[in-house]
């Protein structure tokens, strides 16, 4: 599966984001996605993740009450509702995907990664 992020932007603390992570071929409505982060300098980190049918959804403590994640399986496109952002959420956004169809928090499940997609917050 070809994973490609957008939404990616510059906002002030305190804004919202939304980013998207179109997916193409005949079978990526049975992925699993998740969204992950790497900050400049540090590892890359699980933000969240939905499985294949967008009934289980799985979050990082750090965005809990923040974050939503959501799926169009008739678009395949999963969304990264972000809001009340603040400046430690700067970082590159990588979209994944698992053949497992499950909302996994581990970064090695994920057979398939896009580019990424640049947010950056200021303060």
């Known amino acids: 599966v070809h994973l490609v992020e957008s939404g990616g932007g510059l906002v002030q603390a305190g804004g919202s984001l939304r980013l998207s992570c179109a997916a193409s071929?005949?079978?990526?409505?049975?992925?699993?996605i998740g969204w992950l982060r790497q900050a400049p300098g540090k590892e890359r980190e699980f933000v969240a993740a939905?499985?294949?049918?967008?009934?289980?959804?799985n979050y990082a403590d750090s965005v809990k009450g923040r974050f939503t994640i959501s799926r169009e399986n008739a678009k395949n496109t999963v969304y990264l509702q972000m809001n009340s952002l603040k400046p430690e959420d700067t970082a590159v956004y990588y979209c994944?995907?698992?053949?497992?169809?499950?909302?996994?928090?581990?970064?090695?499940?994920?057979?398939?990664w896009g580019q990424g997609t640049q947010v950056t917050v200021s303060s």
């Open positions: 994944a995907a698992n053949r497992a169809g499950t909302a996994t928090t581990w970064l090695y499940n994920y057979e398939s």
């Open positions: 071929g005949r079978t990526a409505s049975v992925y699993g």
């Open positions: 939905i499985n294949w049918s967008g009934d289980y959804t």
